[in-house]
C-alpha cells in the first residue's frame, strides 16, 4: 500500500508489516489526522489485536489482511490503547467472541468522547462550512479535510469487555502480552501493549514517528517519563500511533521533542504570549527547523494551549465542541502562518 487514506502517495509503506515473531503493525500512511497504527499478535490457537482503528471500513480492510496470519488463530483479544475514536471505533468488527481490554481511565473517557454520530454531523457541516469565505471557511476546510476519508454513519459502539488499573498481564495462545498504563500523557488513559517474547511494544500515541504530537491531557512531565518507562523495556521494535515503527531511538527524538517544548512554552508564557501568538514563534524560531518538518506541525498549537493552561494552573482542557471548534480555528490559523512562510 503506497497511498494514503485520502489516495494521495505516501511517504512509506503502508499495510500489514511484519515484525518478527508472530507480531506484525498494521500502518496507515502518513500518520496525520485519523490515520492511526494498529497491531497484531499470534498464538498458538488464537491471536490478540492492538487497536482497532477510526471507522468499520477500516477496520475490515485491516482484519481481511490479517486473515492469513490468523487462520488457525483466530483474534480472542483487542486491547484499545486509549480513548480517541481513532484507534477503537472498529471494535465492532472483531469478532464477537473477543474479549476487548483496555485501562480504566480510557474507559471512563469513552463515555465523554464525541458520539460517532456528532462526528457524522460534523462531517457534513464542515463540507458545507468549508464553502465560506475567510477564517471560517478555512477552518471548515481543515477539519474536513481531516474527516473525509472515514465514514462515521455506519460506526456501531462497541465499549471493551474489562477494564485494568495500572498493569495486566493477558495470556494469548501461549503468549504473554504486558499492558501498562503510561498515562496521563496524550490522553488520561494511555496504555502500551508490550510482547517481551518478541521486543516488540505498541506505544500507541505516547509515539508519534514523524509526525507532530498532540497533547490533549498532559503533563508534559508525565509524556516524558511514560518515554523514559518505553525505554527502559528494552523492546527494540516500536510501534507508534501514527507515522512508521521505530525503536528506542525515536522514542528519545520524542523525549527531546517535549523537553524543547516545555522549554519553549514556559519562555512564551513569562512575555505573557497567548496561545496562538506563543506557537507562531516558537515553530519560526531556527532550533523548530527539523520539528517543522515532521507532518502537521500546526497540531503544536495544541499541545501548547494544553502546557499554558498547566502553567496557569487553569487544569484540563474542557471536552466541550465550542473549545475543540476554537481550537481547530487557530490550528489552521497556525497552518496559514506557516504557509505563508513557505511562500
Ligand atoms: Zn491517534
Known amino acids: 500500500?503506497?497511498?494514503?487514506?485520502?489516495?494521495?502517495?505516501?511517504?512509506?509503506?503502508?499495510?500489514?508489516?511484519?515484525?518478527?515473531?508472530?507480531?506484525?503493525?498494521?500502518?496507515?500512511?502518513?500518520?496525520?489526522?485519523?490515520?492511526?497504527?494498529?497491531?497484531?499478535?499470534?498464538?498458538?490457537?488464537?491471536?490478540?489485536?492492538?487497536?482497532?482503528?477510526?471507522?468499520g471500513r477500516r477496520c475490515r480492510e485491516m482484519l481481511a489482511a490479517m486473515a492469513a496470519p490468523t487462520a488457525g488463530a483466530p483474534v480472542r483479544l483487542a486491547v484499545n490503547t486509549h480513548a480517541d475514536g481513532?484507534?477503537?471505533?472498529?471494535?465492532?468488527?472483531?469478532?464477537?467472541?473477543?474479549?476487548?481490554?483496555?485501562?480504566?481511565?480510557?474507559r471512563t473517557a469513552m463515555d465523554e468522547e464525541e458520539s460517532p454520530r456528532g462526528m457524522a454531523r460534523l462531517r457534513r457541516l464542515t463540507g458545507l462550512s468549508g464553502r465560506l469565505?475567510?477564517?471560517?471557511?478555512?477552518?471548515?476546510?481543515?477539519?474536513?479535510?481531516?474527516?473525509?476519508?472515514?465514514?462515521?454513519?455506519?460506526?456501531?459502539l462497541r465499549l471493551p469487555d474489562d477494564v485494568f488499573h495500572g498493569t495486566a498481564t493477558e495470556e494469548v495462545g501461549g503468549r504473554e502480552l504486558l499492558l501498562r498504563t503510561l498515562g496521563p500523557a496524550h490522553t488520561v488513559g494511555d496504555l502500551v501493549v508490550h510482547v517481551p517474547d518478541a521486543g516488540v511494544l505498541f506505544?500507541?500515541?505516547?509515539?508519534f514517528v514523524g509526525v507532530t504530537p498532540v497533547m490533549w491531557a498532559g503533563p508534559v512531565e508525565s509524556w516524558i517519563a511514560a518515554l523514559d518507562a518505553i525505554l527502559a523495556t528494552d523492546a527494540d521494535t516500536i510501534v507508534p500511533g501514527h507515522g512508521p515503527v521505530g525503536g528506542p531511538e525515536e522514542v528519545r527524538a520524542m523525549r527531546d521533542y517535549w523537553a524543547w517544548l516545555a522549554g519553549a512554552v514556559a519562555a512564551q508564557h513569562r512575555m505573557g504570549h497567548r496561545a496562538l501568538e506563543a506557537t507562531i514563534a516558537i515553530l519560526r524560531d531556527p532550533d523548530a527547523a527539523a520539528y517543522r518538518r515532521w507532518l502537521v506541525p500546526e497540531r503544536?498549537?495544541?499541545?501548547?494551549?494544553?502546557?499554558?493552561?498547566?502553567?496557569?494552573?487553569?487544569?484540563?482542557?474542557?471536552?466541550?465542541?465550542?473549545?475543540?471548534?476554537?481550537?481547530?480555528?487557530?490550528?489552521?490559523?497556525?497552518?496559514?502562518?506557516?504557509?505563508?512562510?513557505?511562500?
Do not use: C, K
Not at 3 to 29: C, K, Y
Not at 86 to 105: C, F, K, M, Q
Not at 203 to 207: H, P, S
Open 1 to 55: 500500500m503506497r497511498t494514503t487514506l485520502a489516495g494521495a502517495p505516501s511517504a512509506f509503506e503502508g499495510g500489514l508489516l511484519p515484525l518478527g515473531s508472530g507480531t506484525w503493525a498494521w500502518i496507515q500512511p502518513d500518520g496525520g489526522w485519523g490515520e492511526a497504527n494498529a497491531g497484531l499478535v499470534v498464538g498458538d490457537g488464537a491471536s490478540a489485536v492492538v487497536d482497532t482503528l477510526w471507522d
Open 86 to 106: 481513532d484507534h477503537w471505533w472498529g471494535n465492532a468488527e472483531l469478532p464477537a467472541d473477543a474479549r476487548i481490554v483496555t485501562s480504566a481511565e480510557a
Open 133 to 156: 469565505p475567510g477564517r471560517a471557511g478555512e477552518m471548515g476546510r481543515y477539519v474536513r479535510g481531516m474527516l473525509e476519508p472515514f465514514d462515521f454513519r455506519h460506526v456501531e
Open 203 to 207: 506505544a500507541a500515541d505516547l509515539l
Open 300 to 343: 503544536t498549537l495544541i499541545s501548547v494551549t494544553v502546557m499554558q493552561r498547566g502553567l496557569a494552573g487553569e487544569g484540563p482542557l474542557p471536552r466541550t465542541t465550542a473549545v475543540r471548534a476554537a481550537l481547530f480555528d487557530q490550528v489552521a490559523s497556525v497552518r496559514r502562518a506557516l504557509r505563508d512562510d513557505a511562500g
